[in-house]
């Protein structure tokens, strides 16, 4: 195979052009067999190394940057992409490229399953080699590839224990064309990878945990300090948009009369958005969280064929440009008092543990609004029986008609 340089650690190291300092026996097939155990002995180098990075850092995106980096040099790539894989919304986010200048321009990160080449083998499990994209029609986008001179794909799904966690994407130049030693050492390289996505999730997902048990707290916190319900509601939507990010975040309450949504509580976005929007009963994706009483997620809520919105609201939402929408209820008890929900760009994929944290925030905000109200109708019975205490103390304490009549 011949060689190619690489901007990271572990590629600088890889695979050499020449022999190095060492002699070659004189005959040509002892110096082809040489030249072999040299190759060998380089890529084993180098898959050493990915495995003490893998041991040495946590962090997601720094483990997959390398990850991508090592298959270009290995595997002799023109450019490398890894995709993690969330099967519970059955798409597909290319999180880190083997030379993100390559990559940057790429018109699509999060793919659907069975969209693209990508999607397929999402789907299929299975990899794919195209020594040729242009006769096949999974190929996608071509403007991209042809604008880059890729003419070659090698795809392998990346799981580990029956879980698909990835997708490594490598586009070539010229065919790839593996050896049975080249096969071994993909199969080990993505054994690797493997190891180290579910290494990293775990990490992430016990760092979110403690954020999100750090995030409440403070939020529990802040919310006992306040019975006014705006500001109950205005600490809710900005705690939630902190923590799970978005574009914006709101908090609904529900019109027991008529039925509507209104917003009393807006974070992020710009004045498309504010309080006192109201949503029509059914309309927009908190609309659908209250008939169905369970968390609603969306991709893009102008498609979805659940959402439906008044001329207004869609005006709004198309000036407010966010897409993809996670919305929960709220409840006391049984009963249904409002919404919450966040908002992103186009392709956000909000996952389950996110509409776990979001349920959990509207737990605690519905108890605060709650304790708020009851707190409301106790100060107004107080008023009343101060002012029937003032009357009938007038009525007692006077003889005279007229005075009397005016109390009444």
Known sequence: MRTRAST???GRTSLPRSAGPRKKPGTTGNARLYERQEIHLARLQTLTRLNQLIASSLDMNEVLREIARTAATLLEGASAAFALVDESTQTVEIRAWSDESIGSDFPKRTLRFGEGVVGWIAV????VNLPDMSVDDRVFPHDWLSAHGFTSLLGVPVIHDGALLAV??????????????????????????????????????????????EALVELGRALSETLDPEVVGQRTAESVLALLGGRIAGLYR?????????????????????????????TGVVGVALRERAPVVTADLLTDPRVTFTPDLRARIERAGYRAVLAVPLFIKDRVIGALSVGDAPGRAFR?????????????AALALENARLFEESAARRREA??????????????????????I
């Open 168 to 213: 490594l994407c490598l586009n070539g130049r010229r065919p790839f064309v593996l050896s049975a030693e080249d096969q071994d050492v993909l199969d080990a390289f993505v054994g690797q990878a493997a190891v180290a996505i579910r290494n990293a999730r775990l990490f992430d997902e016990t760092a979110a945990r403690q954020r999100g048990a």
């Open 124 to 127: 299929h499990r299975q990899p």
């Open 254 to 282: 529900l019109e027991e009369a008529t039925g509507a949504l209104v917003s009393t509580a807006v974070a992020g976005v710009g004045p498309a958005f504010g309080r006192n929007v109201v949503f029509a009963p059914g």
């Open 8 to 10: 990271s650690t572990l």
């Open 352 to 364: 389950p543990e996110d509409a776990q944290l979001l349920q959990t925030f509207a737990a605690q």
């Open 386 to 407: 101060e002012a029937l205490a003032e009357v009938g103390h007038a009525i007692t304490s006077s003889l005279d008609p007229q005075t009397i009549l005016s109390f």
